[in-house]
Protein backbone atom coordinates (compact mmCIF):
# COMPACT_ATOMS: atom_id res chain seq x y z
CA UNK A 1 0.00 0.00 0.00
CA UNK A 2 1.38 3.17 1.04
CA UNK A 3 4.75 1.53 1.74
CA UNK A 4 6.49 2.95 -1.21
CA UNK A 5 5.41 6.22 -0.98
CA UNK A 6 7.18 6.54 2.65
CA UNK A 7 10.70 5.64 1.19
CA UNK A 8 10.18 7.96 -1.96
CA UNK A 9 9.56 10.87 0.81
CA UNK A 10 12.92 9.49 3.24
CA UNK A 11 14.79 9.25 -0.68
CA UNK A 12 14.19 13.25 -1.14
CA UNK A 13 17.34 14.39 0.71
CA UNK A 14 19.45 11.31 -0.73
CA UNK A 15 22.73 11.64 -2.85
CA UNK A 16 22.89 8.25 -4.28
CA UNK A 17 20.51 8.12 -6.91
CA UNK A 18 20.77 5.37 -9.40
CA UNK A 19 20.44 6.70 -13.14
CA UNK A 20 16.85 5.61 -14.23
CA UNK A 21 15.69 7.43 -10.73
CA UNK A 22 17.95 10.48 -11.57
CA UNK A 23 16.13 10.70 -14.90
CA UNK A 24 12.58 10.50 -12.93
CA UNK A 25 13.49 13.35 -10.90
CA UNK A 26 14.91 15.36 -14.15
CA UNK A 27 11.44 14.33 -15.62
CA UNK A 28 9.34 15.50 -12.93
CA UNK A 29 11.10 18.82 -12.15
CA UNK A 30 10.50 19.22 -16.00
CA UNK A 31 6.77 18.38 -15.81
CA UNK A 32 6.57 20.77 -12.62
CA UNK A 33 8.16 23.63 -14.97
CA UNK A 34 6.23 22.61 -17.70
CA UNK A 35 2.57 23.30 -15.60
CA UNK A 36 4.39 26.32 -14.16
CA UNK A 37 5.47 27.69 -17.62
CA UNK A 38 2.53 26.75 -19.71
CA UNK A 39 -0.03 29.26 -18.87
CA UNK A 40 2.34 32.34 -19.01
CA UNK A 41 3.53 31.48 -22.98
CA UNK A 42 1.99 34.06 -24.54
CA UNK A 43 3.45 37.13 -22.35
CA UNK A 44 6.88 34.84 -22.38
CA UNK A 45 7.02 34.92 -26.09
CA UNK A 46 6.09 38.84 -26.09
CA UNK A 47 8.94 39.27 -23.64
CA UNK A 48 11.30 37.38 -25.73
CA UNK A 49 10.77 39.74 -28.66
CA UNK A 50 11.27 42.85 -26.52
CA UNK A 51 14.26 42.00 -24.91
CA UNK A 52 15.83 40.87 -28.66
CA UNK A 53 14.71 44.88 -30.13
CA UNK A 54 15.60 46.34 -26.57
CA UNK A 55 19.53 44.33 -27.17
CA UNK A 56 19.61 45.44 -30.86
CA UNK A 57 18.97 49.02 -30.17
CA UNK A 58 21.51 48.96 -27.83
CA UNK A 59 24.16 47.71 -29.46
CA UNK A 60 23.43 49.82 -32.86
CA UNK A 61 25.41 52.53 -30.46
CA UNK A 62 28.90 52.33 -31.47
CA UNK A 63 28.08 51.12 -34.90
CA UNK A 64 26.06 54.55 -35.57
CA UNK A 65 29.18 56.28 -34.11
CA UNK A 66 31.31 54.71 -37.02
CA UNK A 67 29.10 55.96 -39.17
CA UNK A 68 29.02 59.39 -37.81
CA UNK A 69 32.44 59.86 -37.62
CA UNK A 70 33.49 57.96 -40.79
CA UNK A 71 30.90 59.84 -42.81
CA UNK A 72 28.98 62.29 -41.18
CA UNK A 73 31.72 64.21 -40.33
CA UNK A 74 33.38 64.24 -43.63
CA UNK A 75 30.19 65.56 -45.08
CA UNK A 76 30.27 68.36 -42.74
CA UNK A 77 33.21 69.15 -44.11
CA UNK A 78 32.22 69.63 -47.31
CA UNK A 79 28.90 71.45 -45.74
CA UNK A 80 26.40 68.41 -45.96
CA UNK A 81 24.57 68.32 -42.32
CA UNK A 82 22.32 65.77 -43.29
CA UNK A 83 24.30 62.33 -42.25
CA UNK A 84 25.52 63.82 -39.15
CA UNK A 85 22.31 65.07 -37.92
CA UNK A 86 20.70 61.90 -39.50
CA UNK A 87 23.11 59.65 -37.01
CA UNK A 88 22.59 62.24 -34.15
CA UNK A 89 18.90 61.32 -34.41
CA UNK A 90 18.98 57.76 -34.70
CA UNK A 91 21.57 57.57 -32.02
CA UNK A 92 18.99 59.27 -29.60
CA UNK A 93 15.76 56.97 -31.08
CA UNK A 94 17.57 54.01 -30.16
CA UNK A 95 19.10 55.35 -26.75
CA UNK A 96 15.35 55.98 -26.19
CA UNK A 97 13.89 52.61 -27.86
CA UNK A 98 16.75 50.58 -25.64
CA UNK A 99 16.08 52.31 -22.55
CA UNK A 100 11.79 52.34 -22.60
CA UNK A 101 11.96 48.59 -23.84
CA UNK A 102 14.26 47.13 -21.28
CA UNK A 103 12.08 49.05 -19.04
CA UNK A 104 8.99 47.36 -20.40
CA UNK A 105 11.05 44.16 -20.54
CA UNK A 106 12.18 44.60 -16.71
CA UNK A 107 7.95 44.98 -15.40
CA UNK A 108 7.01 42.17 -18.00
CA UNK A 109 9.58 39.83 -16.69
CA UNK A 110 9.15 40.42 -12.71
CA UNK A 111 5.55 39.86 -13.37
CA UNK A 112 6.09 36.18 -15.05
CA UNK A 113 8.80 35.69 -12.45
CA UNK A 114 5.95 36.72 -9.78
CA UNK A 115 3.63 34.84 -11.23
CA UNK A 116 5.28 31.68 -11.45
CA UNK A 117 6.30 32.28 -7.30
CA UNK A 118 2.89 32.63 -6.23
CA UNK A 119 1.68 29.99 -8.25
CA UNK A 120 4.61 27.10 -6.71
CA UNK A 121 3.93 28.99 -3.39
CA UNK A 122 0.27 28.33 -3.37
CA UNK A 123 1.20 24.65 -5.09
CA UNK A 124 3.49 23.80 -2.55
CA UNK A 125 1.26 25.16 0.60
CA UNK A 126 -1.88 23.97 -0.36
CA UNK A 127 -0.81 20.13 -1.04
CA UNK A 128 1.49 19.76 1.62
CA UNK A 129 -2.01 20.75 3.82
CA UNK A 130 -3.80 18.18 1.53
CA UNK A 131 -1.19 15.21 1.94
CA UNK A 132 -2.40 12.68 4.78
CA UNK A 133 -0.64 12.26 8.06
CA UNK A 134 1.46 9.65 7.46
CA UNK A 135 3.36 11.98 5.37
CA UNK A 136 3.32 14.41 8.28
CA UNK A 137 4.84 11.53 10.64
CA UNK A 138 7.61 11.07 8.24
CA UNK A 139 8.71 13.65 6.60
CA UNK A 140 10.15 16.90 9.40
CA UNK A 141 8.96 20.18 9.54
CA UNK A 142 12.47 21.39 8.73
CA UNK A 143 12.45 19.80 5.75
CA UNK A 144 8.63 21.34 4.90
CA UNK A 145 9.92 24.09 6.22
CA UNK A 146 13.02 24.42 3.22
CA UNK A 147 10.72 23.62 0.81
CA UNK A 148 8.64 26.53 1.21
CA UNK A 149 11.23 29.11 2.39
CA UNK A 150 14.90 28.65 1.29
CA UNK A 151 14.01 26.52 -1.94
CA UNK A 152 11.41 28.95 -3.25
CA UNK A 153 14.06 31.35 -2.62
CA UNK A 154 16.59 30.00 -4.76
CA UNK A 155 13.78 29.76 -7.74
CA UNK A 156 12.99 33.85 -7.08
CA UNK A 157 16.54 34.14 -7.04
CA UNK A 158 16.96 32.46 -10.49
CA UNK A 159 13.77 34.04 -11.74
CA UNK A 160 14.73 37.53 -10.61
CA UNK A 161 17.76 38.05 -11.85
CA UNK A 162 19.88 34.93 -13.30
CA UNK A 163 17.36 34.48 -15.88
CA UNK A 164 17.80 38.21 -16.92
CA UNK A 165 20.77 38.68 -16.92
CA UNK A 166 21.60 35.07 -18.68
CA UNK A 167 19.02 36.27 -21.91
CA UNK A 168 19.96 39.89 -21.62
CA UNK A 169 23.78 38.84 -21.87
CA UNK A 170 24.00 36.18 -24.15
CA UNK A 171 21.78 38.41 -26.38
CA UNK A 172 23.99 41.12 -25.66
CA UNK A 173 27.43 39.34 -26.70
CA UNK A 174 25.73 37.49 -29.76
CA UNK A 175 24.57 40.53 -31.18
CA UNK A 176 28.47 42.69 -30.38
CA UNK A 177 29.84 39.92 -31.90
CA UNK A 178 28.42 40.01 -34.89
CA UNK A 179 28.35 44.08 -34.99
CA UNK A 180 32.12 43.88 -34.50
CA UNK A 181 32.35 40.91 -37.39
CA UNK A 182 30.22 43.04 -39.81
CA UNK A 183 31.94 46.62 -39.43
CA UNK A 184 36.06 44.69 -39.35
CA UNK A 185 36.49 40.84 -38.94
CA UNK A 186 39.88 41.33 -37.93
CA UNK A 187 38.78 42.94 -34.41
CA UNK A 188 36.42 40.46 -34.50
CA UNK A 189 39.10 37.68 -35.05
CA UNK A 190 40.85 39.26 -31.86
CA UNK A 191 37.80 38.90 -29.80
CA UNK A 192 37.50 35.61 -31.05
CA UNK A 193 41.00 34.74 -29.93
CA UNK A 194 40.42 36.01 -26.48
CA UNK A 195 37.28 33.40 -25.94
CA UNK A 196 40.20 30.82 -25.51
CA UNK A 197 41.37 32.22 -22.18
CA UNK A 198 37.70 33.42 -21.13
CA UNK A 199 36.83 30.06 -21.87
CA UNK A 200 39.59 28.68 -19.44
CA UNK A 201 38.91 31.31 -16.73
CA UNK A 202 34.84 30.75 -16.85
CA UNK A 203 35.21 27.21 -16.72
CA UNK A 204 37.88 27.15 -13.53
CA UNK A 205 35.70 29.47 -11.68
CA UNK A 206 32.75 27.03 -12.70
CA UNK A 207 33.53 23.90 -11.05
CA UNK A 208 35.84 25.58 -8.24
CA UNK A 209 32.12 27.57 -7.27
CA UNK A 210 29.98 25.11 -8.30
CA UNK A 211 32.11 22.68 -5.52
CA UNK A 212 31.81 25.50 -2.99
CA UNK A 213 28.32 26.74 -3.19
CA UNK A 214 27.09 22.88 -2.72
CA UNK A 215 29.46 22.91 0.60
CA UNK A 216 27.59 26.46 1.35
CA UNK A 217 24.36 25.06 0.48
CA UNK A 218 24.87 21.95 2.94
CA UNK A 219 25.92 24.01 5.69
CA UNK A 220 23.19 26.52 5.86
CA UNK A 221 20.96 23.42 5.10
CA UNK A 222 23.08 22.18 8.98
CA UNK A 223 22.41 25.71 10.50
CA UNK A 224 18.63 25.93 10.01
CA UNK A 225 18.27 21.99 11.07
CA UNK A 226 20.19 22.59 14.50
CA UNK A 227 18.03 25.44 15.00
CA UNK A 228 14.96 24.36 14.19
CA UNK A 229 15.74 21.10 16.38
CA UNK A 230 17.03 23.68 19.20
CA UNK A 231 13.76 25.85 19.18
CA UNK A 232 11.38 23.23 18.82
CA UNK A 233 12.92 21.41 21.29
CA UNK A 234 13.53 23.92 23.43
CA UNK A 235 11.92 22.15 26.66
CA UNK A 236 14.00 19.28 26.40
CA UNK A 237 17.22 21.18 25.93
CA UNK A 238 16.67 23.81 28.95
CA UNK A 239 15.80 20.59 31.21
CA UNK A 240 18.74 18.50 30.10
CA UNK A 241 20.97 21.61 29.98
CA UNK A 242 22.28 20.88 26.27
CA UNK A 243 22.75 24.73 26.00
CA UNK A 244 26.36 24.41 26.12
CA UNK A 245 26.69 21.33 24.25
CA UNK A 246 24.67 23.06 21.11
CA UNK A 247 26.83 26.51 21.63
CA UNK A 248 29.81 24.30 20.51
CA UNK A 249 27.86 22.40 18.18
CA UNK A 250 26.40 25.72 16.32
CA UNK A 251 29.54 27.75 16.84
CA UNK A 252 31.07 24.60 14.57
CA UNK A 253 28.56 24.61 11.70
CA UNK A 254 28.42 28.37 12.11
CA UNK A 255 32.32 28.60 11.87
CA UNK A 256 32.00 26.12 8.95
CA UNK A 257 29.83 28.19 6.95
CA UNK A 258 31.55 31.40 7.78
CA UNK A 259 35.07 29.45 6.26
CA UNK A 260 33.37 28.11 2.85
CA UNK A 261 31.85 31.66 2.40
CA UNK A 262 35.25 33.17 2.86
CA UNK A 263 36.70 30.66 -0.09
CA UNK A 264 33.79 31.55 -2.44
CA UNK A 265 34.83 35.57 -2.07
CA UNK A 266 38.32 34.72 -2.74
CA UNK A 267 37.56 33.20 -6.04
CA UNK A 268 35.39 36.12 -6.50
CA UNK A 269 39.01 38.16 -5.75
CA UNK A 270 40.73 35.95 -8.83
CA UNK A 271 37.94 35.47 -10.94
CA UNK A 272 37.19 39.37 -11.36
CA UNK A 273 40.30 40.64 -12.03
CA UNK A 274 41.03 38.00 -14.51
CA UNK A 275 37.91 38.54 -16.12
CA UNK A 276 39.04 42.47 -16.37
CA UNK A 277 42.85 41.43 -17.46
CA UNK A 278 41.42 39.16 -20.75
CA UNK A 279 39.55 42.67 -21.04
CA UNK A 280 41.78 44.94 -21.22
CA UNK A 281 44.46 42.76 -22.54
CA UNK A 282 41.98 42.23 -25.39
CA UNK A 283 41.00 45.68 -25.78
CA UNK A 284 45.07 46.49 -26.16
CA UNK A 285 45.06 44.04 -29.13
CA UNK A 286 42.58 45.53 -31.43
CA UNK A 287 43.65 48.80 -30.74
CA UNK A 288 47.45 47.98 -31.57
CA UNK A 289 46.48 46.04 -34.53
CA UNK A 290 43.77 48.54 -35.52
CA UNK A 291 45.74 51.51 -35.02
CA UNK A 292 48.18 49.99 -37.54
CA UNK A 293 45.56 49.50 -40.01
CA UNK A 294 44.72 53.16 -39.49
CA UNK A 295 47.96 54.34 -40.11
CA UNK A 296 48.45 52.56 -43.28
CA UNK A 297 44.70 53.79 -44.74
CA UNK A 298 43.09 49.97 -44.27
CA UNK A 299 40.56 51.22 -41.37
CA UNK A 300 38.46 53.67 -40.97
CA UNK A 301 38.70 55.78 -37.29
CA UNK A 302 35.08 55.14 -36.57
CA UNK A 303 35.12 51.89 -36.89
CA UNK A 304 38.16 51.62 -34.81
CA UNK A 305 36.54 53.34 -32.05
CA UNK A 306 33.51 51.55 -32.69
CA UNK A 307 35.21 47.93 -32.60
CA UNK A 308 36.98 49.14 -29.07
CA UNK A 309 33.94 49.79 -27.69
CA UNK A 310 32.42 47.04 -28.78
CA UNK A 311 35.19 45.13 -27.67
CA UNK A 312 35.42 46.93 -24.36
CA UNK A 313 31.17 46.03 -23.43
CA UNK A 314 31.47 42.32 -24.25
CA UNK A 315 33.36 41.45 -21.23
CA UNK A 316 30.37 43.65 -19.25
CA UNK A 317 27.79 39.86 -18.95
CA UNK A 318 30.49 37.92 -18.26
CA UNK A 319 30.45 37.61 -14.22
CA UNK A 320 27.22 37.47 -13.90
CA UNK A 321 26.72 35.03 -16.65
CA UNK A 322 29.52 32.90 -14.74
CA UNK A 323 27.07 33.40 -11.54
CA UNK A 324 24.14 32.18 -13.60
CA UNK A 325 25.10 28.63 -13.44
CA UNK A 326 25.46 28.45 -9.57
CA UNK A 327 21.72 30.26 -9.30
CA UNK A 328 20.44 27.59 -11.78
CA UNK A 329 21.99 24.60 -9.77
CA UNK A 330 20.49 25.34 -6.72
CA UNK A 331 17.17 26.19 -8.08
CA UNK A 332 17.19 23.42 -9.76
CA UNK A 333 18.03 21.27 -7.11
CA UNK A 334 14.90 23.35 -5.09
CA UNK A 335 12.32 22.31 -8.12
CA UNK A 336 14.06 18.76 -8.09
CA UNK A 337 12.37 18.44 -3.82
CA UNK A 338 9.62 21.00 -4.76
CA UNK A 339 8.43 18.59 -7.49
CA UNK A 340 9.15 15.44 -5.13
CA UNK A 341 6.37 16.86 -2.63
CA UNK A 342 3.96 17.55 -5.53
CA UNK A 343 3.69 14.43 -7.00
CA UNK A 344 3.76 12.71 -3.20
CA UNK A 345 0.13 11.58 -3.39
CA UNK A 346 -2.24 11.33 -0.39
CA UNK A 347 -2.29 8.02 1.52
CA UNK A 348 -5.51 8.25 2.04
CA UNK A 349 -7.28 9.66 -1.12
CA UNK A 350 -10.31 11.29 -1.25
CA UNK A 351 -13.18 8.68 -2.82
CA UNK A 352 -13.63 9.17 -6.68
CA UNK A 353 -17.42 8.69 -5.55
CA UNK A 354 -18.52 9.87 -2.51
CA UNK A 355 -21.27 8.24 -0.95
CA UNK A 356 -22.98 10.87 1.15
CA UNK A 357 -23.89 10.37 5.03
CA UNK A 358 -26.64 12.91 5.29
CA UNK A 359 -27.44 12.00 9.21
CA UNK A 360 -25.28 9.32 10.67
CA UNK A 361 -26.18 6.98 13.40
CA UNK A 362 -22.83 6.03 14.87
CA UNK A 363 -22.23 2.45 14.84
CA UNK A 364 -18.72 2.00 14.16
CA UNK A 365 -17.41 -1.31 12.94
CA UNK A 366 -14.09 -2.89 12.08
CA UNK A 367 -14.11 -5.46 9.99
CA UNK A 368 -11.64 -8.25 9.80
CA UNK A 369 -9.08 -4.95 9.48
CA UNK A 370 -5.36 -5.53 9.31
CA UNK A 371 -2.84 -2.22 9.74
CA UNK A 372 0.63 -1.92 9.88
CA UNK A 373 2.55 1.56 9.44
CA UNK A 374 5.25 -0.17 7.75
CA UNK A 375 5.42 -3.44 6.17
CA UNK A 376 7.75 -5.01 8.35
CA UNK A 377 5.49 -4.54 11.55
CA UNK A 378 2.01 -4.82 11.79
CA UNK A 379 0.35 -3.52 14.66
CA UNK A 380 -3.10 -5.29 14.25
CA UNK A 381 -2.69 -8.56 13.29
CA UNK A 382 -7.11 -9.24 12.32
CA UNK A 383 -9.20 -6.51 14.04
CA UNK A 384 -12.96 -7.06 14.50
CA UNK A 385 -15.25 -4.94 16.52
CA UNK A 386 -18.75 -3.81 16.42
CA UNK A 387 -19.33 -0.36 18.08
CA UNK A 388 -23.30 -0.07 18.30
CA UNK A 389 -24.42 3.15 17.41
CA UNK A 390 -24.61 5.15 20.93
CA UNK A 391 -22.25 3.20 22.68
CA UNK A 392 -19.39 4.53 25.34
CA UNK A 393 -16.60 2.50 24.76
CA UNK A 394 -13.62 3.02 27.65
CA UNK A 395 -10.32 1.52 26.19
CA UNK A 396 -7.61 0.61 28.26
CA UNK A 397 -4.56 -0.92 27.66
CA UNK A 398 -0.72 -0.56 27.72
CA UNK A 399 1.71 1.72 25.94
CA UNK A 400 2.17 1.00 22.54
CA UNK A 401 -0.82 -1.70 22.62
CA UNK A 402 -2.20 0.17 19.63
CA UNK A 403 -5.38 2.00 21.19
CA UNK A 404 -4.12 5.20 19.58
CA UNK A 405 -3.60 3.79 16.08
CA UNK A 406 -7.26 2.19 16.44
CA UNK A 407 -8.26 5.79 17.14
CA UNK A 408 -6.49 6.86 14.29
CA UNK A 409 -8.10 4.46 12.24
CA UNK A 410 -11.57 5.42 13.11
CA UNK A 411 -10.97 8.99 12.26
CA UNK A 412 -9.56 8.12 8.96
CA UNK A 413 -6.34 9.78 9.51
CA UNK A 414 -4.94 6.33 8.04
CA UNK A 415 -6.65 3.33 5.89
CA UNK A 416 -6.35 -0.29 7.01
CA UNK A 417 -4.19 -2.45 5.20
CA UNK A 418 -6.78 -4.91 4.82
CA UNK A 419 -10.46 -5.11 5.75
CA UNK A 420 -12.80 -2.31 6.02
CA UNK A 421 -13.82 0.17 9.17
CA UNK A 422 -16.99 1.56 8.47
CA UNK A 423 -19.38 4.08 9.78
CA UNK A 424 -22.93 3.01 9.75
CA UNK A 425 -22.08 0.62 7.07
CA UNK A 426 -20.35 2.59 4.47
CA UNK A 427 -16.70 2.30 4.26
CA UNK A 428 -14.48 5.12 5.40
CA UNK A 429 -12.54 5.35 2.02
CA UNK A 430 -16.30 5.76 -0.23
CA UNK A 431 -17.49 8.32 2.61
CA UNK A 432 -17.95 11.75 1.54
CA UNK A 433 -14.96 13.51 3.22
CA UNK A 434 -17.29 16.44 4.69
CA UNK A 435 -19.85 13.46 6.17
CA UNK A 436 -16.79 12.05 7.81
CA UNK A 437 -15.58 14.84 9.40
CA UNK A 438 -18.87 15.74 10.94
CA UNK A 439 -19.12 12.76 12.14
CA UNK A 440 -16.04 11.57 13.41
CA UNK A 441 -14.04 14.20 16.08
CA UNK A 442 -11.22 13.40 17.20
CA UNK A 443 -9.70 15.11 20.58
CA UNK A 444 -6.24 14.18 21.58
CA UNK A 445 -3.80 15.24 23.96
CA UNK A 446 -1.94 18.16 21.67
CA UNK A 447 -4.85 20.44 22.13
CA UNK A 448 -3.76 23.08 19.16
CA UNK A 449 -4.84 26.54 19.58
CA UNK A 450 -4.47 28.70 16.21
CA UNK A 451 -3.62 32.13 16.36
CA UNK A 452 -6.70 34.50 17.04
CA UNK A 453 -9.08 34.84 19.62
CA UNK A 454 -10.77 32.30 22.18
CA UNK A 455 -14.03 32.16 19.79
CA UNK A 456 -12.56 31.32 17.25
CA UNK A 457 -10.51 28.52 18.48
CA UNK A 458 -14.10 27.20 19.81
CA UNK A 459 -15.70 28.10 16.83
CA UNK A 460 -13.45 25.69 14.32
CA UNK A 461 -15.87 23.29 15.41
CA UNK A 462 -18.88 24.90 13.63
CA UNK A 463 -17.80 27.92 11.87
CA UNK A 464 -21.42 29.36 11.88
CA UNK A 465 -21.82 29.05 15.34
CA UNK A 466 -23.12 32.26 17.44
CA UNK A 467 -21.55 33.62 20.20
CA UNK A 468 -24.44 32.10 22.48
CA UNK A 469 -24.25 28.68 20.76
CA UNK A 470 -20.05 29.09 21.53
CA UNK A 471 -20.59 30.20 25.04
CA UNK A 472 -22.72 27.20 25.94
CA UNK A 473 -20.02 25.11 24.82
CA UNK A 474 -17.53 26.00 27.14
CA UNK A 475 -20.07 26.48 29.89
CA UNK A 476 -20.92 22.73 28.79
CA UNK A 477 -17.11 21.27 29.56
CA UNK A 478 -16.45 23.66 32.49
CA UNK A 479 -14.24 26.11 29.89
CA UNK A 480 -16.69 29.14 30.98
CA UNK A 481 -14.82 30.46 34.29
CA UNK A 482 -11.39 30.48 33.06
CA UNK A 483 -12.29 32.03 29.74
CA UNK A 484 -14.19 34.64 31.08
CA UNK A 485 -11.60 35.89 34.04
CA UNK A 486 -8.98 35.98 30.70
CA UNK A 487 -8.18 40.16 30.03
CA UNK A 488 -11.04 40.25 26.75
CA UNK A 489 -12.99 37.26 27.67
CA UNK A 490 -13.73 35.27 24.77
CA UNK A 491 -12.27 37.67 22.73
CA UNK A 492 -8.72 37.50 24.21
CA UNK A 493 -5.76 36.68 21.74
CA UNK A 494 -4.76 33.52 22.57
CA UNK A 495 -1.24 34.44 20.90
CA UNK A 496 -1.17 37.58 23.05
CA UNK A 497 0.39 38.11 26.19
CA UNK A 498 -2.57 37.42 28.97
CA UNK A 499 -3.80 35.48 26.57
CA UNK A 500 -1.67 32.11 27.46
CA UNK A 501 -3.63 29.66 28.45
CA UNK A 502 -2.20 26.55 29.97
CA UNK A 503 -2.16 23.33 28.66
CA UNK A 504 -5.36 21.76 30.88
CA UNK A 505 -7.49 24.91 29.45
CA UNK A 506 -5.95 24.53 25.82
CA UNK A 507 -7.67 21.02 26.58
CA UNK A 508 -10.98 22.58 27.59
CA UNK A 509 -10.93 24.49 24.90
CA UNK A 510 -10.47 21.69 22.91
CA UNK A 511 -13.37 20.11 24.27
CA UNK A 512 -16.02 23.17 23.44
CA UNK A 513 -15.01 22.77 19.97
CA UNK A 514 -15.77 18.94 19.32
CA UNK A 515 -18.84 19.95 22.07
CA UNK A 516 -19.60 22.51 19.42
CA UNK A 517 -19.25 20.36 16.47
CA UNK A 518 -21.41 17.82 17.70
CA UNK A 519 -20.37 14.45 16.19
CA UNK A 520 -21.79 11.60 16.20
CA UNK A 521 -18.71 9.67 16.78
CA UNK A 522 -16.51 11.04 19.69
CA UNK A 523 -13.05 9.63 20.37
CA UNK A 524 -11.55 10.98 23.23
CA UNK A 525 -7.36 10.16 23.18
CA UNK A 526 -5.91 11.10 26.37
CA UNK A 527 -7.67 14.00 26.05
CA UNK A 528 -7.85 14.96 29.75
CA UNK A 529 -4.54 13.61 30.29
CA UNK A 530 -3.03 17.46 30.96
CA UNK A 531 -6.23 18.09 33.41
CA UNK A 532 -6.01 17.71 37.39
CA UNK A 533 -8.28 15.59 39.09
CA UNK A 534 -10.79 18.60 39.69
CA UNK A 535 -10.77 19.82 36.08
CA UNK A 536 -11.11 16.25 34.66
CA UNK A 537 -14.14 15.14 36.89
CA UNK A 538 -15.63 18.87 35.98
CA UNK A 539 -15.17 17.14 32.37
CA UNK A 540 -15.96 13.48 33.29
CA UNK A 541 -19.69 15.45 34.34
CA UNK A 542 -20.18 17.47 30.87
CA UNK A 543 -18.90 14.24 29.42
CA UNK A 544 -21.82 12.62 30.30
CA UNK A 545 -24.01 15.12 28.75
CA UNK A 546 -21.78 15.19 25.93
CA UNK A 547 -22.18 11.41 25.47
CA UNK A 548 -25.51 10.51 26.40
CA UNK A 549 -26.74 10.25 22.34
CA UNK A 550 -23.66 9.63 20.79
CA UNK A 551 -20.68 6.76 19.92
CA UNK A 552 -17.84 7.56 22.03
CA UNK A 553 -14.12 6.01 21.99
CA UNK A 554 -12.40 7.23 25.34
CA UNK A 555 -8.64 6.39 25.27
CA UNK A 556 -7.46 7.16 28.92
CA UNK A 557 -4.80 6.79 31.49
CA UNK A 558 -7.30 7.23 34.52
CA UNK A 559 -9.58 4.21 35.09
CA UNK A 560 -11.63 6.73 36.78
CA UNK A 561 -12.99 8.23 32.97
CA UNK A 562 -13.99 3.91 32.72
CA UNK A 563 -16.40 4.72 35.41
CA UNK A 564 -18.96 6.88 33.01
CA UNK A 565 -18.67 3.51 30.14
CA UNK A 566 -20.59 1.21 28.98
CA UNK A 567 -18.65 -0.96 28.01
CA UNK A 568 -14.40 -1.67 28.41
CA UNK A 569 -12.44 -3.30 26.18
CA UNK A 570 -8.69 -3.95 27.26
CA UNK A 571 -6.31 -4.19 24.40
CA UNK A 572 -2.91 -5.69 24.34
CA UNK A 573 -0.63 -5.98 21.04
CA UNK A 574 -3.12 -4.99 18.71
CA UNK A 575 -6.03 -7.45 19.80
CA UNK A 576 -8.97 -7.04 22.33
CA UNK A 577 -8.04 -9.07 25.59
CA UNK A 578 -10.94 -8.22 27.36
CA UNK A 579 -14.58 -7.27 26.38
CA UNK A 580 -17.08 -6.59 28.65
CA UNK A 581 -19.59 -4.13 31.14
CA UNK A 582 -16.86 -2.67 33.92
CA UNK A 583 -19.21 -4.34 36.78
CA UNK A 584 -18.41 -7.55 34.98
CA UNK A 585 -14.60 -6.81 34.12
CA UNK A 586 -14.11 -5.53 37.74
CA UNK A 587 -15.51 -8.40 39.41
CA UNK A 588 -13.74 -11.03 37.17
CA UNK A 589 -10.31 -12.34 37.36
CA UNK A 590 -8.78 -10.78 34.25
CA UNK A 591 -6.72 -7.85 33.54
CA UNK A 592 -8.81 -5.44 34.13
CA UNK A 593 -10.08 -6.24 37.88
CA UNK A 594 -5.90 -5.75 38.64
CA UNK A 595 -5.44 -2.63 36.98
CA UNK A 596 -8.71 -1.76 38.72
CA UNK A 597 -7.30 -3.23 42.07
CA UNK A 598 -4.43 -1.58 41.50
CA UNK A 599 -5.62 1.78 41.28
CA UNK A 600 -7.97 1.73 43.90
CA UNK A 601 -5.23 0.65 46.36
CA UNK A 602 -2.88 3.69 44.82
CA UNK A 603 -5.69 6.11 45.82
CA UNK A 604 -5.92 5.41 49.38
N1 LIG B 1 3.46 6.80 12.78
C1 LIG B 1 3.89 5.59 13.16
N2 LIG B 1 4.76 4.92 12.37
C2 LIG B 1 5.21 3.71 12.71
N3 LIG B 1 4.86 3.07 13.84
C3 LIG B 1 4.00 3.69 14.69
C4 LIG B 1 3.47 4.98 14.38
N4 LIG B 1 2.65 5.33 15.39
C5 LIG B 1 2.65 4.31 16.26
N5 LIG B 1 3.45 3.31 15.85
C6 LIG B 1 3.66 2.02 16.53
O1 LIG B 1 2.43 1.39 16.68
C7 LIG B 1 2.31 0.76 17.91
C8 LIG B 1 1.03 1.18 18.58
O2 LIG B 1 1.11 2.55 18.86
P1 LIG B 1 -0.10 3.38 19.48
O3 LIG B 1 -1.32 3.02 18.74
O4 LIG B 1 0.30 4.79 19.51
O5 LIG B 1 -0.18 2.79 20.95
P2 LIG B 1 -0.93 3.33 22.22
O6 LIG B 1 -1.75 4.52 21.84
O7 LIG B 1 -1.74 2.17 22.68
O8 LIG B 1 0.11 3.67 23.22
C9 LIG B 1 3.55 1.13 18.70
O9 LIG B 1 4.39 0.01 18.73
C10 LIG B 1 4.18 2.24 17.93
O10 LIG B 1 5.57 2.12 17.97
MG1 LIG C 1 -1.65 6.47 22.43
Known sequence: MTATTVTGVEGEERNDFTKQESRQIRE?????????????????????????????????????????????????????????????????????????????????????????????????FLHTQRLSLEFHESYTSGRIISRQTSDLDSIRELLDSGINQLVQGVLYMVFIAIALFSLDWVSGAVLLVSLAPLFLLTRWFQSRSQRLFRISRVASAKLIVQFVETMTGIRAVKAFRKEKRNEAEFGALVEEYRDVNSRVIQLFGIFDPGLVMIGNATVGVVLLVGGFRVADGHLAIGVLLAALLYTRRFFDPMEEMAMFYNSYQSAAAALEKISGVLEEEPSVPDPAKPIDLWHSAGQVTFDDVQFAYTRDRVILPNFSLEIPAGQTIALVGSTGAGKSTLAKLISRFYDPTLGAVMLDGVDLRSLHPNDLRRAIVMVTQEAYLFSGTVADNIALGKPDATREEIMAAARAVGAHEFIQALPNGYDTDVNKRGGRVSAGQRQLVSFARAFLASPSVLILDEATSSLDIPS???????????????????????????????????????RIVEDGSPEDLIAGTGRFSQLHAAWRDSLV
Open 28 to 124: RSLRLLGGLLHPLRWRLALTLVVVVVSTAAQVAGPALIAFGIDTGLPAVLKQDWFPLAATGAAYLVTGIVGAVLIAWYTILSARISQAILIDLRKRV
Open 536 to 574: ERLVQEALQTLLADRTAVIIAHRLSTVAIADRVLVMEHG
